[in-house]
Structures are given as C-alpha cells and as structure tokens.
C-alpha cells in the first residue's frame, strides 16, 4: 500500500494509483469526505463503522442465543430428568405387576384350600354330630335299662356284682364319651370359624371382597395385562406434522416473545395411566425431550456459526483499528509530524 508523503518544502505528484484512490467520483455510495484531506484513509474509516456495527449486531446475537440455549439446556434437563423417573416408575410398576401375580396365585390358592378345608370341617361336624347323637341314644337305652333294673329289685342285680359289674362299666364309659363332646364340639366350631374368617379375610372367585379381590384389583389398576387400553387426549400440537426437527426460525420469534427465565406453556397434565412406558402422556414427555434436543443442538450449530461470524468481524475490526491507529497512515498525527 503506498502512503502519500508530504513535503513543506517542493510539491509531489501522485502516482495513478493513489490519484485514482482520491478521486471521489470513483467511490459511490461514500459519504461526503472529512477534513483529513486522505480519501483513502476516510474509507477507511466509513469501512470501519460499518464492520464495528456489523460486529455489535453479531455479538448481541451471540449472547440472545447463548442465553437461549443456556435456557433451552435447563428445560431439555427437566424432561430428561422427568423422562428418567417415569422410565424408573415403569420399571418399578413391572415389578409390582410380577409380585402381584405371584401373590394372586397364591391367594387363590389358599383361598381354594380353605374352602375345601371348611367343607371338610363342616362333614365333620355333622359326623361328629350323629355319633354324639347315637351315644345319646345309647345312654337313654341305658338309662331306661338301669331303672328297669332296680324297680325289679332283683337280688341278680346287686350292684357291684356279678353281671351288673359289666353293667355299670360300660355306663362308666359312656359317660367318659359323652364328656368328650364339651371338648371336641368347641374345638369344631373355632375350626370352622378360623376357616371362614380366612376364606372371608383372602375371597375367593366369584366374591368380590378379601384380599384376593384387593389385589385383583390393583392388577387391574396397573394394568399388568395390558387389556384395559385408557385413550388419552392428545394435544393438537403434538403431533407428527406440527413437529418440526432442528432450528426454526418461527419458533425463535415466539421464544422471543417470552421473558426471559420462563418455560413454555406445553399443556401437559401429570395424569397416570398404566404401564406408564405405553401411555400417550409418556410419549409426550419423550417427544417434547428430543423436541428440545434437537433444537439445542441445532442453537449449537447457528452459536458456532455465529462466532465464527464475530469472531472475523472482530479480526478485521482490529486490523483496521492498527492500521488506521498507525502515525505512518493517521492524517493528523502524519502531518503533525511532517509539520516538525
């Protein structure tokens, strides 16, 4: 670059192509020139504050974004974190679900024992019943025998000898039965209801009470079969063709919109249906995370993008400042020094 020299004391022509350089016909669109009598260094410096204004722009737009994707990195965590609850709820229902059915299958295993087992102590009871009733009916026989006997006043029939001897013990021992029934009867009835109150305390098919019906019940809450399918309502925006990957420029207008710090209104409800990996409010957790990861992604890419952009601005812009802060190019500082 050749840099006009100035001399007090004999004049010097330009060369052409310094004279071309400060014909001003030759720049268009350049504001009137300054005071400085160096049309090139007055580009310069126009050139200067256009590329300073450029830079400025490309800084604010570094900074809007990077306060975008600090924020969108925020709310990208929340749905992941949330994302890995519901995964770790799901897996835990699964469990539930398995212990469910093992205790379903015993339940209704104890259940059917116990009925049997009632039915049975109920056949017993009944046994038990007509033998007492024969062994009433054998101590009335013998009742009616022995008062037959002594209204004879038979000397045969003396007590404590010869047939009579057989007589009175086998009434002994009749007795000793008949005292068995005050033990045995109420041992029978605290069977049959120690098996009624477990037969009612666990139910069986077809009852809809006991712990057997309970837990049927929180079967059908988790939905470990997977046969009681609930629709959920979807959001309009949630859809495949509302859904847009990467960055979007409409998108950032409304982000802009926001202020800043707050989330975006999704519409989602915190409503539970099970299995929780197979419900619709799932997969929209799953879906606005990777919305927001791709779009984090994307501000990535367009942040790098613009600092590179910057980054050059802020290279030339001091490159023209060095230039132009030169005393060898600066008009005032260059003529004051010719001038000494």
């Keep these: 670059m050749l840099v006009l020299n100035y001399n007090i004391e004999e004049t010097l022509e330009c060369k052409p192509r310094v004279k071309e350089c400060c014909e001003p016909e030759k720049i268009p669109g350049l504001p009137p020139t300054g005071n400085s009598g160096d049309c090139c260094y007055e580009k310069w410096t126009h050139e200067f504050k256009e590329i300073e204004a450029d830079y400025k722009r490309s800084d604010r737009i570094v900074v809007y974004l990077t306060k975008r994707r600090d924020h969108l990195q925020l709310q990208r965590d929340v749905w992941k974190t949330w994302t890995d609850e519901l995964d770790n709820v799901c897996g835990y ?49 013998y009742d009616y025998l022995i008062a037959c006997i002594r209204s004879q006043n038979n000397p045969a029939f003396v007590a404590g000898q010869g047939i009579m001897v057989f007589i009175e013990d086998y009434g002994k021992k009749l007795d000793a039965v008949i005292l068995t029934r005050d033990t045995l009867i109420p041992l029978l009835i605290s069977a049959i209801s120690t098996a009624n109150n477990i037969n009612k305390g666990i139910g069986h098919h077809g009852h809809h009470y006991g712990l057997h019906s309970v837990l049927h019940e929180w079967e059908k809450i988790f939905n470990c ?41 999704i519409g989602l409800q915190p409503i539970f249906k099970f299995p929780i990996c197979d419900s619709k409010y799932y997969h929209k ?47 005032s500082k260059r003529c004051a020094t010719t001038s000494k």
């Design 93 to 141: 229902s699964a469990k539930i679900c398995t212990q469910l059915e093992i205790l379903l299958h015993h339940t209704s295993r104890i259940s059917r024992n116990t009925y049997q087992t009632k039915r049975a102590i109920h056949l017993l009871y009944c046994m038990v019943q007509d033998f007492y009733m024969q062994i009433d009916l054998l101590k009335k026989n």
């Design 285 to 331: 957790i799953k879906r606005r995370y990777k919305y927001d990861s791709d779009e984090f992604n994307a501000l990535q890419s367009q942040i790098l993008i613009e600092t590179k952009t910057r980054d050059t601005l802020k290279a030339l812009l001091d490159g023209l400042t060095a230039v132009m802060s030169d005393p060898d190019v600066d008009p």
């Design 225 to 265: 079969d997977g046969h009681h399918r609930v629709m959920d309502d979807d959001d309009d925006d949630d859809n495949e063709e509302s859904r847009r990957d990467g960055y979007d420029q409409k998108r950032a207008n409304v982000y802009r919109k926001m202020p800043e710090g707050e989330f975006t209104d």
